[in-house]
Antibody, heavy 119, light 107 residues
Framework: EVQLVESGGGLVKPGGSLRLSCEGS????????MNWVRQAPGKGLEWISY????????YYADSVKGRFTISRDNAKKSLYLQMNSLRDEDSGVYYC????????????WGQGTVVTVSS | EVVMTQSPATLSVSPGEGATLSCRAS??????LAWYQQRPGQAPRLLIY???TRATGIPARFSGSGSGTDFSLTINSLQPEDFAVYYC?????????FGQGTKVEIK
């Protein structure tokens, strides 16, 4: 069974940093490109970052470019999101999601981890 | 970026009835369109991809259609577990963008 489990969320002050993790199991993690998607409280879904299976290519939404960094460790079957210079509007639930195949739709999602940016 | 517009924002339906949700793209996305269901407090779940292909384990009462800029998701005979928010997403062009969602609520 494919599972994605996020961790690392929490309360952080504006301007602070946080590192999210997503551990995959039940599939060959190193074969799949991965994404981070977030959802502000009571709002819709926003894709924010993508990384290829090898980690050689990454994409970011304009809203996080220059502040967030996506990375992965295939040996640990883990995906990461380093979030710096956090703003109030970065608050929400952060999901990791697997690409069905590269550059396509998301076939599996984690349960999410909550990030709250507040002073 | 491709803007995805869903309508209506909220759809009130009685259990057992059918529902049709719409999604329009600001430019052609061919058939690179997915639908996701999100129940309260849960992560999104893939329903449809390629505009009309049901994902593994998705009941046949869910069907998708359309191509280019206009798409629809039809749910036949709504079951209690179908009352949720539904999002469309295009994956034709970066960034991959979602619609704002349609909430299907019990009438």
């Amino acid at each position: 069974e494919v599972q994605l489990v996020e961790s690392g969320g929490g309360l952080v002050k504006p301007g602070g940093s946080l590192r999210l993790s997503c551990e995959g199991s039940g599939f060959t993690f190193s074969s799949y490109s991965m994404n981070w998607v977030r959802q502000a409280p009571g709002k819709g879904l926003e894709w924010i970052s993508y990384i290829t299976s090898t980690g050689s290519t990454t994409y970011y939404a304009d809203s996080v470019k220059g502040r967030f960094t996506i990375s992965r460790d295939n040996a640990k079957k883990s995906l990461y999101l380093q979030m710096n210079s956090l703003r109030d509007e970065d608050s929400g639930v952060y999901y990791c999601a697997r690409d069905y195949v590269a550059f396509r739709h998301f076939d599996y999602w984690g349960q999410g981890t909550v990030v709250t940016v507040s002073s | 970026e491709v803007v995805m517009t869903q309508s209506p924002a909220t759809l009130s339906v009685s259990p057992g009835e059918g529902a049709t949700l719409s999604c329009r793209a600001s430019q052609s996305v061919s058939s690179y369109l997915a639908w996701y269901q999100q129940r309260p407090g849960q992560a999104p779940r893939l329903l449809i991809y390629g505009a009309s292909t049901r994902a593994t384990g998705i009941p046949a009462r869910f069907s998708g259609s359309g191509s280019g800029t206009d798409f629809s998701l039809t749910i036949n005979s709504l079951q209690p577990e179908d009352f949720a928010v539904y999002y469309c997403q295009q994956y034709s062009k970066w960034p991959k963008t979602f619609g704002q969602g349609t909430k299907v609520e019990i009438k």
